[in-house]
């Protein structure tokens, strides 16, 4: 019998409504050619909730989340809300709450697709990105002493237990072996960071004896920053923690060809995993029908494999490439030769076809 999937939506903010109406018109799409089942719970959280009413993510919306088979999310961010408020309110909350110790980055240059890599192409721009989601200087640990007077400090402290490292790092193998790749690269900065570098350091190399199978190799996010531009090839698997791993895919995403392309997941294995396109609201293009939807609707791509309906998902990768690569001039917002709509019709159009 075809299985049936209940799916939180939460479009949120700016230019989120209309990339996730993207990514839903290729779930649907999708659903029909293989023959899944889904039903959708819309939410309405976000910035123009947080200033009508004064709520972030009520209690009432996290537990029938705690009870979805995965979200969408579209984006969360208001250029009229103080920063902060709704990150931590919702999306951060979002991630902790629901145990999302993944967050899953592919950076994939298509083909077809412009990357300001002069010399790379497909086959140098490659590779994974596994970033620790719950943890790190996320954390919100730290605190204030004597705030507001000339003697102030602020303490913000990086929280690394090893269950939240290891389980990390064993994800990360795990991807690396299942995904058929040769090598996984720790990402941290050992040579300054003596206490958080050496747990991630001990934790990797007691996880990777677990893997003969498998490469190790190490790279300080500075020299990661580096070979990301330089010698992307050598990157197959990359696992880092919270912070390196926010600042190193905003790097991926643009040597992959820009926010319009890349997507990402929140993801705990044994719990309710959540898919985003990484490029935020995106204010200055809301409500004109020119943002790219391709990183919504790849992000949907990779909420399908997550729920085990890897065929539809690769239906929904795959007409992706095929858009990137016959139609679209350009991947930026604007200068697509499509709008918004046309380009989820044409992903629409490659599905029904496959
Ligand atoms: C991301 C975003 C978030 C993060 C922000 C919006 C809190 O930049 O998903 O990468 O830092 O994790
Ligand atoms: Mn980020």
């Avoid at 993207?22 to 959708?40: D, S, V, Y």
């Avoid at 919270?242 to 190193?248: C, P, R, S």
């Avoid at 060809?257 to 935020?280: D, H, K, L, R, T």
Wanted: hydrophobic residues 40%; glycine residues 12%.
């Amino acid at each position: 019998m075809a299985k049936s999937y209940n799916i939180a939506v939460i479009p949120g903010d700016g230019t989120g409504p209309e990339v996730v109406a993207e990514g839903l018109k290729a779930l649907a799409a999708a659903a029909r050619k293989t023959g899944f089942k889904h039903q959708l719970a819309h939410y309405d959280v976000g910035g123009a909730r947080y200033l009508k009413t004064g709520e972030t993510l009520p209690d009432s919306v996290m537990d029938e989340l705690k009870g979805m088979d995965a979200i969408f999310l579209g984006a969360i961010g208001h250029p009229e809300v103080v920063p902060g408020i709704l990150e931590r309110g919702i999306l951060l909350k979002i991630r902790f709450e629901l145990d999302q110790y993944v967050n899953l980055r592919p950076v994939i240059l298509y083909p077809g697709v412009w990357t300001p890599l002069r010399d790379k192409g497909p086959e140098d721009i490659n590779f994974v990105v596994v970033r620790e989601n719950t943890e790190g200087l996320y954390a919100g640990s730290g605190g204030f002493f004597k705030k507001g007077t000339p003697d102030e400090i602020a303490i913000q402290e990086s929280v690394n237990t090893r269950k939240g490292v290891e389980r990390c790092i064993r994800f990360a193998f795990d991807y690396c072996r299942r995904q058929g790749r040769r090598k996984v690269t720790l990402c941290h900065k050992t040579n300054v960071l003596n206490y958080a570098g050496d747990i991630w350091e001990r934790a990797f190399s007691d996880v990777a004896k677990q893997y003969p199978d498998i490469q190790m190799d190490y790279a300080h996010t500075d020299a990661v920053c580096m070979w990301m531009v330089k010698n992307p090839e050598w990157f197959d698997v990359i696992v880092t923690d919270n912070l390196f791993g926010d600042i190193i895919t905003d790097l991926g995403a643009m040597i992959q060809g820009g926010m319009g392309i890349a997507a990402g997941g929140n993801i705990n294995p044994q719990g309710v995993s959540m898919f985003e396109p990484i490029g935020g609201s995106a204010p200055k293009y809301t409500g004109k029908n020119i943002i790219n939807p391709l990183a919504a609707i790849a992000a949907a791509a990779m909420l399908l494999e997550n729920l085990g309906e890897e065929d539809a998902g690769w239906r929904v990768e795959d007409a992706v490439r095929k858009v990137v690569a016959q139609d679209l001039k350009s991947l930026a917002a604007g200068q697509m030769g499509y709008s918004t709509t046309e380009v989820g019709d044409l992903v629409v159009k490659y599905i029904d076809q496959g």
